[in-house]
């Protein structure tokens, strides 16, 4: 006797016989372990499929929308205004990174940021003043590069180096208070990261400030400022102070402690201090040199460890930050796989058969790498090693 069963979104007319044998072997098969889309999928399927979950904020003052299954590789990409907030790598309340727009700081209203153990560190941030009105953006997280996006979803606008989270859900936030402006939730899209990066201009060890307490109190660079009212210099900006001494800046895996290091971009709101370069490189304990090659960045990975003896990312993750080559970016991410899955079991909750399938897209990407072969060799080894696992 034919019977009708629903195959997806379609009907299939199917054999008893057929129908009998599968459910007796689909017996282990439990709704965790079968596929579903996770790339170019908007939150408004996976919440049909039961694949969202709510996600209140460390504040109790809002509530987000988040995977139900942990991810390593994601971009969450979406429209939000002033105080919008899109995470990724969401462990709990105490362990994610997240993208904010944050209109009421002066000229660093773009960053990405990271809250390890309760303790928050802005990680990377622009130097632009931007209104409450909404924006496209997209936090992308591959290996260990997180990457930012506004507006333009191919180039990104800040970019930073981080270890400390291997995996965890992806979202979206909205606060609850005066002030903020809705994030669109259920219009996000979960897609695969892209490439490349923007190069810095400079690479720098400078002095810390804040408690990292609360998100209004982070842990970040100290820098220069130049604290000025907009409207006396004729400036159409909605904000009491904009800082004309601001630096679009991204950290390279930064592990706590009095300094951190950063890599300095020259992108940045046309009405800013030209100077405001050189105040930076001034209050700079170490300076080098932004690498030409690969080689040179292998070599300036070195003096980096030295500075911060605690740095965990692998010297083609920091060559990736720093020379923004694409056909690096699947040797960072096959270290991280490797480091992640067969030095450590720190990649925990993403389904199998996902992570399965981002391995392979990593291992088609480093095959068509112009790389030298014994780099490639080197890091093929390390992916096939992972999805043998």
């Not at 462990?91 to 660093?108: C, H, M, P, Q, R």
């Not at 700079?284 to 965990?312: G, T």
């Amino acid at each position: 006797m034919a019977i009708t069963k629903v195959v997806g979104a379609w009907p299939e007319v199917i054999d008893e016989a057929v129908v009998t044998t599968t459910m007796i072997h689909d017996r282990a098969v439990t709704r965790a372990k079968l596929e579903y889309p996770t790339e170019d999928v908007s939150f408004a399927l996976l919440a049909v499929i039961d694949k969202l979950k709510r996600i209140v904020w460390a504040t109790g003052e809002g509530v987000g929308h988040g995977t139900l299954d942990s991810f390593t590789d994601k971009a969450i990409e979406g429209q939000g205004g002033g105080d919008a907030h899109w995470f990724g790598r969401w462990v709990d309340k105490d362990n994610f990174y997240v993208l904010k727009i944050t209109t009421g700081a002066s000229t660093a209203d773009f960053l990405i940021g990271k809250n390890v153990g309760g303790t928050y560190s802005d990680l990377a941030t622009e130097s632009v003043d931007l209104n409450s009105t909404g924006y496209l953006c997209k936090l992308e997280i591959s290996g260990s590069t997180l990457n930012a996006y506004r507006d333009d979803m191919s180039t990104a606008k800040i970019t930073t180096t981080d270890t400390d989270i291997s995996s965890g859900s992806f979202g979206t936030l909205t606060y609850y208070r005066a002030g903020s402006r809705f994030t669109d939730h259920i219009g996000c899209y979960l897609r695969a990261p892209s490439s490349p990066l923007p190069k810095p201009f400079a690479i720098i060890e400078v002095p810390v400030t804040g408690s990292g307490k609360t998100e209004e109190d982070p842990i970040r660079p100290q820098l220069p400022q130049d604290l000025r009212d907009p409207k006396e210099l004729g400036l159409n900006i909605d904000k009491p102070q904009i800082n004309l001494k601001s630096v679009t800046y991204g950290a390279i895996d930064y592990k706590g402690g009095n300094t951190m290091i950063i890599a300095i971009y020259k992108h940045g709101a046309d009405y800013l201090d030209p100077k405001r370069f050189e105040d930076v490189l001034a209050i700079a304990k170490n300076k080098w040199k932004v690498p030409a090659n690969v080689q040179e960045a292998e070599e300036i990975w070195k003096e980096l460890k030295k500075a911060n003896p605690d740095m965990i990312a692998g010297k083609h993750t920091v060559a990736y930050h720093l020379l923004g080559d694409e056909n690096i970016e699947p040797c960072s991410v096959a270290d991280f796989y490797h480091g992640n899955m067969i030095e450590d079991n720190k990649i925990k909750g993403v389904p199998e058969w996902e992570l399965r399938r981002t391995l392979l897209r990593w291992k088609d990407r480093l095959e068509r790498a112009r790389i030298n072969a014994e780099l490639k060799d080197n890091h093929l080894k390390k992916l096939n090693e992972c999805l043998k696992k």
